[in-house]
T-cell receptor
């Protein structure tokens, strides 16, 4: 089983729909992140969380919200999806044991908003 | 604002060749730098992490160097193989420890 699991892996939805992307991890890490990847723009940070009670906006948080339900779970919501939110979304974790700061990524969730 | 640039954007080499991928960053006040590999449609896999106090890290055929003062890092791949074909991304973590800034990657193709 993957250390960082994202669901769904693929989703097609319509403009205005509410979408939730879920992430769970078995690495025991405190820090979790949501990124989106777009051709020509690279990876950009949406939100990050250093523990269950800590949520921080990244560089492109508008139109998104997150919930850290437990240490192992971090979900990303699009309250009203729009076409320019079509992208590949990645969840990542990092911890502070041993090799500090190393990021571990999930396989990605491809979202298409029509 | 930190900016990370990777050159070249794409590289095609014959199998067996040694090669260097470049990464430059504008703000030298970094906490660490990571190199990742991404296969098409997949997530990123961490290859090497260099702390700001380190000059290089090695893993198998990979060697990453860091020169903070000049804002540069290189990823050296020895004896390249077709299985090395992927996109390679570098990312820097700022001193605040909260954000990684990614480059857009170098797409590497190793031809048999």
């Amino acid at each position: 089983d993957a250390d960082v699991t994202q669901t769904p892996r693929n989703r097609i939805t319509k403009t205005g729909k509410r979408i939730m992307l879920e992430c769970s991890q078995t690495k025991g890490h405190d820090r979790m992140y949501w990124y989106r990847q777009d051709p020509g723009l690279g990876l950009r940070l949406i939100y990050y969380s250093f523990d269950v009670k800590d949520i921080n906006k990244g560089e492109i948080s508008d139109g998104y919200s997150v919930s850290r339900q437990a240490q192992a779970k971090f979900s990303l919501s699009l309250e009203s999806a729009i076409p320019n939110q079509t992208a590949l979304y990645f969840c990542a974790t990092s911890g502070w044991q041993g090799n500090t700061g190393e990021l571990f990524f999930g396989e990605g969730s491809r979202l298409t908003v029509l | 604002k930190q900016e990370v640039t990777q050159i070249p954007a794409a590289l095609s080499v014959p199998e067996g060749e040694n090669l260097v991928l470049n990464c430059s960053f504008t703000d030298s006040a970094i906490y660490n730098l990571q190199w990742f590999r991404q296969d098409p449609g997949k997530g990123l896999t961490s290859l090497l992490l260099i702390q700001s106090s380190q000059r290089e890290q090695t893993s198998g055929r990979l060697n990453a160097s860091l020169d903070k003062s000049s804002g540069r890092s290189t990823l050296y791949i020895a004896a390249s193989q077709p299985g090395d074909s992927a996109t390679y991304l570098c990312a820097v973590e700022e001193t605040s420890g909260s954000r990684l800034t990614f480059g857009e990657g170098t797409q590497l193709t190793v031809n048999p």
